[in-house]
């Protein structure tokens, strides 16, 4: 079967001496590996640039089926993200953001509004010109809409409890269920409030930030379990202050 598709590149992995597997979240089919041919030639050099991580290209996809792996053809870039890959800021979060999808995003199944809003987000991280500091923060929470982990905000009152495994605030702690204390929920109606264009008003510092991310991080390996350990959020805590 040959599809012609859209996909964003979540993360590159050595398969053999001539060969890469390449992890793709797709337009039309989710998540999907490929085989890309390495090489040393600058023709494959250039092809293998097109393969970093958050790269969105367009391809054709040859699958068959009782196979994991399709290979692909007439590859193209999609978006150029000259600033993702030249701004170590920008970098770092691109690592982060495709460290967690890679964790997160398993269906092979069409999810176009999903699709839309990573696209989406690597377009407003390559063009902002202003500062990143929040923008990780910001996607974490964004994403639990889409893949439906969201905190139910309508739920909070000051002085409640969030009940992480139900995702709600509770007026007092719930008895074999993971919670945040009063002091730490209060952060989620916050964050409910930021958005990519509004992001550079929030003012945190690197504490307040490295606690958001952990209690996120929390919160989706309640409602994931093979999100596991991830290697880039070490890498965002020392670089925003």
């Avoid at 991580?53 to 193209?76: M, N």
């Avoid at 929040?134 to 009152?157: A, K, M, T, V």
């Amino acid at each position: 079967m040959q599809e012609k598709l859209e996909g964003i590149v979540l993360n590159v992995i050595k398969y053999n001496e001539k060969h890469n597997i390449a992890r793709i979240y797709t337009d039309k089919m989710g998540m999907l590996s490929f085989l890309v041919r390495q090489g040393s030639t600058h023709a494959a050099r250039m092809r293998n640039a097109m393969f970093m991580p958050l790269s969105v290209i367009g391809f054709e996809g040859r699958l068959q089926s009782g196979r994991d792996l399709g290979t692909l053809h007439d590859v193209r870039r999609v978006l150029s993200l000259q600033s993702i890959y030249s701004n170590p800021m920008k970098n770092a979060i691109a690592m982060f953001l495709s460290e967690l999808l890679s964790h997160t995003i398993h269906e092979q199944e069409q999810n176009m509004v999903l699709y839309s809003y990573l696209k989406s987000c690597i377009s407003r991280l390559e063009d902002n010109k202003g500062s990143v500091a929040n923008f990780h923060i910001c996607f974490l929470y964004r994403l639990g809409q889409f893949i439906g982990i969201q905190p139910d905000i309508e739920s909070y009152r000051e002085g409640y409890w969030f009940n992480m495994n139900d995702g709600v605030f509770t007026s007092s702690p719930s008895a074999g269920m993971k919670t945040l204390t009063p002091a730490q929920a209060q952060v989620l109606p916050l964050l409910s409030r930021m958005t990519f264009d509004n992001m550079h008003l929030f003012k945190f510092n690197r504490e307040q930030r490295n606690e958001m991310i952990d209690v996120m991080l929390s919160y989706y390996r309640i409602h994931n379990s093979t999100l596991g350990t991830l290697r880039s959020p070490d890498v965002l805590k020392q670089l925003f202050i």
